[in-house]
């Protein structure tokens, strides 16, 4: 698979992640709010560590997807 795809695939889990700790979409739902909970109960080192993951992941993702950059290697790349 292409670095690009992996990068698309990357950023499903990526939002999750960042939808929970915000507290947004389906997890600020009085039904799930307790995995939003849960999720700040986690030390806030390591909260902070995923947050930048996800951030750096969404950010690469963004700007493949607005081609900003290029993901693809030389041999998935037909203009090389």
Known sequence: ???SG????MMLPAM????LHLGIG???????IKHHLAFLRVPKLLRIIIQVI????????AAQMLG???LTTSADNPAD
């Not at 992996?6 to 695939?9: F, R, T």
């Not at 999750?16 to 939808?19: C, D, E, N, Q, R």
């Not at 389906?26 to 799930?32: C, E, T």
Request: charged share 5%; aromatic share 6%.
């Open 1 to 3: 698979m292409e670095n």
């Open 6 to 9: 992996v990068i698309y695939l």
């Open 16 to 19: 999750a992640l960042t939808m």
């Open 26 to 32: 389906p997890f600020g739902h009085p039904s799930m």
């Open 54 to 61: 996800c951030i750096a992941v969404l950010v690469t993702g």
């Open 68 to 70: 900003i950059i290029d």
